[in-house]
């Protein structure tokens, strides 16, 4: 009889004895299960996130097109005209397309008068936008936050033209007095010069840059308060625990980290301001001297303005191509600010 403790029962070696792993049906090790590359790859990529990509995709794409479609067609519409015209149109001053045949037209003093207004707009609009952004975010209480702020948003929500009627016919007389005051302190320099004497109309740049500031404000205000809301807690109670006081925190913490989108806002309040029409039309529709803030005469607009007032010359498509040319511009002109933008925002986050 054989001994029982003598006997050895053959056990396959697992992991808990140092064994290869559990053995196959001839009794050897099988390899261990491993996933491959392409198997994790096919496991992470979902339908969704595919369709999710795929649409993101095709949407850029057709942005991209969509703006380049804009371009060939002024570019096409455009050049008709510039063919007719009789004068350069990047440095004349003239402004003639009642005969075309002889058409002579030029966008120098719409390009000045644009971007003087949408700049002095912007310079305005910017330092009081940044401190209205920091109180809500840093300094209001929570209970006044929220309405001060949808009080400032309702303001992208009034028309252009009530901007413009309130900005003629109320704003205007009641600012006259400080026009008149730089006007004969400081007429010797040709910005503040007023060459007809007739400052108290009110329909100057100086009038509407103030009111273009005020449309442009909550645009600035709404980005720059969005992007200062997203600072990181911790680099705010960090400060605050180093001994830092409340405006300390905001200049080392709050500014720098919201700066680049406090430069898009600025950016994107710029944009609105180089293509507002109507508020302009109303109130610059008697300005002209694009080197005086307050000169007058009887044919100055912005790019924007003069298109929407020579409106009834598109059923010519030549009369038209000089007004598209003029918008041509403006669209180089937008493209141009946005891509500075870009290259500041860049310059910062490097």
């Known amino acids: 009889m054989t001994d029982a403790s003598t ?8 992991p808990a004895d140092g064994g290869a792993g559990v053995g196959g049906p001839n009794g050897t090790p099988e390899a261990p299960i491993t996933s491959s590359p ?6 992470v990529t979902r339908p969704g996130d595919r369709i999710f990509g795929s649409f993101a995709s095709g949407s850029a794409v057709f942005v991209t097109l969509l703006v380049a479609a804009v371009g060939i067609f002024l570019i096409w519409r455009a050049v008709p005209a510039l063919q007719r015209n009789e004068v350069n149109f990047l440095t004349s001053r003239v402004w ?4 075309i045949d002889a058409m002579a037209f030029g966008v120098l003093d719409l390009f000045i008068t644009t971007v003087k207004v949408s700049v002095f707009a912007l310079v305005l609009a910017m330092p009081i936008a940044l401190g209205i952004a920091i109180f809500l975010t840093e300094y209001a209480p929570k209970r006044l936050a929220g309405p001060l702020a949808y009080v400032i948003d309702l303001l992208a929500a009034v028309p252009s033209i009530v901007y413009g009627l309130w900005g003629l016919l109320v704003f205007a ?5 400080a026009a008149v005051w730089l006007n004969e302190h400081l007429g010797w320099i040709p910005f503040f010069a007023d060459g007809t004497g007739s400052i108290r109309g009110g329909g100057t740049v100086f009038t509407a840059g103030i009111v273009l500031a005020v449309m442009i404000l909550p645009v600035i205000t709404a980005v720059t308060r969005e992007v200062f809301a997203q600072t990181p807690k911790a680099h705010v109670e960090a400060a605050l625990a180093l001994g830092a006081t409340r405006w300390e925190v905001v200049r080392t913490t709050v500014i720098p980290f919201g700066k680049s989108g406090y430069i898009s806002g600025s950016m994107l309040g710029l944009g609105r301001a180089l293509g507002e029409t109507m508020a302009l039309y109303m109130i610059l529709r008697t300005t002209s001297a694009p080197a005086s803030w307050f000169g007058l005469n009887d044919s100055g607009a912005t790019i924007a303005s003069k298109i929407a007032l020579g409106y009834a010359e598109f059923n010519n498509d030549i009369q038209a191509g000089a007004y598209i040319a003029a918008g041509l511009v403006l669209f180089v002109l937008t493209f141009v600010v946005n891509a500075a933008a870009r290259a500041v925002i860049s310059g910062k986050r490097d």
């Open 38 to 43: 392409e198997t994790k790859n096919k496991a």
């Open 173 to 177: 007389p009641a600012v006259a007095p």
């Open 7 to 14: 006997r050895s029962t053959p056990r396959a070696s697992g």
């Open 96 to 99: 003639d397309t009642v005969d």
